[in-house]
């Protein structure tokens, strides 16, 4: 088998001013999703019930507070 190539493995550099970060534990009963937003130096936790109605709304809150922003936020999946 064959290895790729190292430069591959490699991921570009993110600018922590303009990038949301996030992750999500998904489990039956709850669903964990941290988020890390432009120019704040910590992640927030936030606990949702195992539900896409609650993820939707927290997403919508999070976009509410981005849209204060000055600078252009770029979105990673």
């Not at 790729?4 to 430069?7: F, N, T």
């Given at each position: 088998m064959t290895q790729?190539?190292?430069?591959a493995l490699t991921s570009a550099a993110l600018d922590y001013d303009t990038t949301i970060?996030?992750?999500l534990e998904l489990s039956d009963k709850k669903w964990v999703l941290a988020v890390q937003l432009p120019?704040?130096?910590?992640?927030t936790r936030h606990v949702l019930g195992a539900?896409?109605?609650e993820l939707a709304q927290l997403i919508e809150r999070l976009n509410q507070r981005l849209a204060a922003l000055p600078q252009a936020i770029r979105l990673l999946g």
């Open positions: 790729p190539e190292r430069s970060i996030g992750a120019g704040v130096k910590r992640h539900s896409g109605e």
